[in-house]
């Protein structure tokens, strides 16, 4: 993990640092203050140990946004190990997991990251609709041209311009025929700056 990745250090992290996994993980789990728990997800990452992975999938479902982002990154931090876990993630109840699942799963990048992803296309949240586009234009598969065609008429408008964008980095004629046909139809003046950007 980088240092950009490193949350505000709370109190007591010196002591944090130096536990185990197992204390870790029950932090995680239990501590009531979410800076604590966002700074265990932090250390899990780094330790990258794979009984985390189940802990760290949970938590993607947090009630604070800043731990399931720090879960997030931990499990990406783990690797290639999480991408199944996060596959039965996208099938979660909770769209906040589904959401940051989907963000893991777009930037590990790994090719068996393409199959969820493209599910994550049809999800009724638009945040994980919008999400799985974005990790789509980083995987850069074939298999999601048409999927993310059909996105190009979505009714939220990030997730029409993420699409673009995905589409874009994956290119070819039938993209560009896609993205001049939606354009034509397009009302969102920044979905049309993005049409117009991915069409030259």
Do not use: C
Not at 113 to 131: C, F, S, T
Not at 134 to 143: I, R, T
Not at 177 to 193: H, N, P
């Amino acid at each position: 993990m980088t240092s950009a990745n490193v949350p505000p250090v709370p109190e007591g992290a010196e002591d944090l640092e130096r536990q185990g996994t197992g204390v870790l993980i029950s932090t995680l789990k239990s501590d009531a203050e979410s800076a604590v728990r966002r700074y265990a997800a932090y250390l899990l990452g780094k330790a990258q140990a794979p009984e985390a992975i189940i802990p760290l999938i949970e938590a993607l479902g947090d009630q604070d946004k800043s731990v399931r982002g720090q879960a997030m990154l931990a499990l990406v931090a783990t690797g290639k190990a999480a991408v199944g876990p996060l596959t039965d993630a996208m099938k979660d109840p909770k769209w906040e997991t589904r959401y940051r699942a989907a963000e893991a799963l777009g930037k590990l990048a790994d090719e068996k990251a393409v199959k969820p992803l493209l599910r994550g296309l049809h999800d009724n949240r638009d945040h994980v609709r919008y999400m799985a586009a974005k990790g789509l234009a980083v995987v850069g598969d074939s298999d999601a041209v048409d999927p993310l065609i059909i996105l190009l008429k979505d009714e939220n408008p990030f997730v029409r311009t993420i699409t673009t964008r995905a589409l874009a980095t994956i290119g070819g004629k039938k993209v560009h025929a896609a993205i001049q046909a939606a354009l034509a139809d397009e009302t969102d003046e920044r979905v049309r700056a993005a049409m117009t950007d991915a069409l030259h």
